[in-house]
């Protein structure tokens, strides 16, 4: 009986290791993770901002322009801004 527990804890021990070692490396791939889509979202927007000063850019008939303002407005979306023209805040029924 001594043996069968004996036996049974080193077996939690293992895979309590097993975890936290896991662990571990999760949480190391995770902050390299993040760095690197930092990085990319700042090279992202510096080659937005790069494309949005092209002569092509001003013109409303380019492609360029149409993808630029498509980018603009999914970017001012991400960010969770107010579209301009909306309503800016919903009255509560009852106060006035």
Do not use: N
């Not at 004996?6 to 993770?33: G, P």
């Not at 992202?44 to 949005?52: I, M, N, R, S």
């Not at 909306?86 to 009255?91: H, L, T």
Request: proline share 5%; aromatic share 4%.
């Amino acid at each position: 009986m001594a043996d069968r527990l004996e036996k049974q804890w080193e077996y939690r021990d293992a895979a309590m290791d097993a975890c936290r070692t896991t662990l571990e490396i999760l949480a190391l791939m995770s902050v390299e993770l993040m760095s690197r889509i930092k990085t990319l979202e700042q090279q992202a927007v510096e080659t937005f901002d790069a494309a949005k000063q092209l002569p092509e850019a001003s013109d409303p008939q380019s492609d360029l322009s149409h993808v630029i303002r498509q980018l603009h407005r999914a970017r001012r979306a991400s960010y969770g801004r107010a579209r301009p023209g909306g309503p800016k805040r919903r009255r509560r029924p009852g106060k006035r």
